[in-house]
């Protein structure tokens, strides 16, 4: 907007530009013929925060104490997430991941963390090829990728044909949940809708792996920790080229994917914690007197996608009645 930048430009003394990495609006408002202050400043690398930008100012900053006994709030996937139980699951092949940009880019951190690589866009696929190439004979881990239904649509569908034709034993998983959730839930042409909402004609994901030419091509439901676990197993077990698509919408989406939340059954309740492993931001822990403490579930966060209740031993969590 040159009017805006030539009118604030008009108004004050000094201008500065101040923007992370390359100097993009400097170079265009210097063109304008407005003189700027930017990267003689200001790093042209990594990721600016309170104190590089007061050190580019030239402006002592007074480094804050933290706050005492301040709860520990690292990123999560949201409650009834569709990813959550593909990677818990994933964690038990004990295979090499390579991972994609999206918000299943959390399945990272503890306590799933299930990806060993994360570049761009894309990337997983191409990583994938060249560590299933690369590693010793004698490595028996398989080597997946994980990727996003609109990552995929971007920059994921060469590297797929790349692993076809190349004959590469690799594993790609689309983790299709309808929309681009990293970003805001904006549709794409695997999600049937254009930007604005209109109906489109919707990729076919399946089919398009197997014009493609990828052998195995499985759907499977990520809310059916079986039914992904014998997908996963398969997959891995045909030392070719295969594609499993997860097929549940983003729960931020499609309100219909919430039913009727769970509830622990204390009598049940061991306090193994086994619970807390799937990294559900619904489950807690709460302190029993006399007692181990006993898992508990927040109603206003679960959404009822049952992945706690499947991997609890001892039928302890059930469906509100």
């Known amino acids: 907007p040159s009017g805006m930048i030539r009118e604030l430009a008009s108004k004050v003394q000094k201008l500065y530009v101040v923007e992370e990495?390359?100097?993009?609006?400097?170079?265009?408002?210097?063109?304008?013929?407005?003189?700027v202050v930017g990267k003689d400043r200001f790093s042209i690398l990594g990721e600016f925060n309170t104190r590089t930008v007061a050190t580019g100012f030239g402006v002592e900053q007074t480094a804050c104490a933290p706050a005492p006994e301040l709860p520990a709030r690292p990123p999560v996937l949201c409650a009834g997430c569709p990813h959550r139980g593909f990677y818990h699951v994933l964690k038990k092949l004990k295979a090499v991941v390579t991972g994609d940009i999206g918000c299943y880019t959390l399945g990272v951190l503890p306590p799933l963390e299930t990806m060993d690589t994360c570049i761009c866009m894309g990337a997983s696929i191409g990583n994938a090829l060249g560590m299933a190439r690369a590693m010793p004979s004698d490595d028996e881990r398989p080597v997946v990728a994980v990727i996003g239904d609109s990552t995929f649509v971007h920059s994921g569908i060469t590297g797929l044909i790349d692993a076809v034709y190349n004959g590469t034993a690799a594993t790609i998983c689309i983790l299709d949940n309808r929309t681009t959730a990293m970003t805001g839930g904006q549709n794409h042409p695997a999600?049937?809708?254009t930007l604005s909402g209109a109906i489109a004609p919707r990729l076919d994901l399946k089919s398009l792996a197997k014009a493609i030419g990828v052998p195995d091509v499985l759907e499977v439901d990520p809310y059916d920790l079986d039914a992904v676990e014998k997908a996963l197993t398969y997959a891995v077990g045909t030392f070719t080229p295969s594609v499993v698509i997860t097929n549940r919408p983003c729960v931020l989406v499609d309100r219909r994917a919430i039913t009727t939340p769970?509830?622990?059954?204390?009598?049940?309740?061991?306090?193994c914690s086994l619970c807390l492993k799937i990294g559900c931001p619904a489950v807690s822990m709460i302190p029993v007197e006399g007692s181990k403490p006993r898992a508990q579930i927040n109603h206003e966060l679960c959404t009822g996608c049952s992945v706690c209740a499947q991997i609890c031993r001892f039928d302890a969590i059930r469906r509100v009645e």
């Open 21 to 35: 990495l390359d100097p993009f609006l400097e170079e265009q408002i210097r063109a304008m013929g407005i003189e």
């Open 191 to 193: 999600s049937g809708k």
């Open 262 to 271: 769970y509830a622990i059954d204390l009598t049940n309740c061991t306090g």
